[in-house]
């Protein structure tokens, strides 16, 4: 059984040819074979599976349902979580798209030199656009831009 969120989750993450018989992708069926094989303080440690892709994280988490008895039964938790605290729109709107760009690398938390890196700017330039954005954001330093992006994207 699948719900329709795991079910678009996993079309948008794999081809069909990566799948088995089942419909389970072939990656997730070795490791479920390989923990249904261990003792469960085998499986601390074992019981994900998480890749990068572009900014977010693939995660399947793999849970054994209890059973009174025969075979085991497992659930699989399948998720995306994004890499970075996303900018809230109303932050957004305060800054010009190359200071976005900007604060997307500091909510990655990333450091001035890698954001210059990423953005092809010098690190100076960068230096230059972050004290913009704490003045534009009134936010202090880094701590207090991602405190307050993480509570602005918190639902009401």
């Not at 992708?25 to 601390?44: G, I, N, S, Y």
């Not at 977010?56 to 699989?76: N, Q, T």
């Amino acid at each position: 059984m699948r719900t329709p969120n795991a079910t678009a989750l996993l079309e948008r993450w794999f081809n069909p040819s990566d799948l088995d018989a089942s419909g389970i992708p072939l990656a997730f069926k070795e490791q479920l074979e390989a923990l249904m094989h261990m003792a469960p303080d085998e499986r601390l440690g074992k019981d994900s599976w998480v890749r990068v892709h572009d900014d977010r994280y693939r995660a399947v988490h793999f849970m054994e349902l209890p059973a009174p008895e025969g075979p085991s039964r497992w659930a699989l938790k399948i998720e995306e979580i994004p890499r970075s605290i996303p900018l809230p729109e109303a932050m957004k709107r305060k800054l010009r798209p190359s200071e976005v760009r900007v604060v997307t690398g500091m909510l990655t938390n990333w450091n001035d030199r890698q954001i210059a890196s990423e953005l092809g700017r010098s690190h100076h330039t960068v230096k230059t656009h972050v004290k913009k954005i704490f003045s534009k954001l009134g936010v202090d330093d880094r701590a207090d831009l991602l405190y307050q992006a993480a509570h602005l994207n918190i639902p009401v």
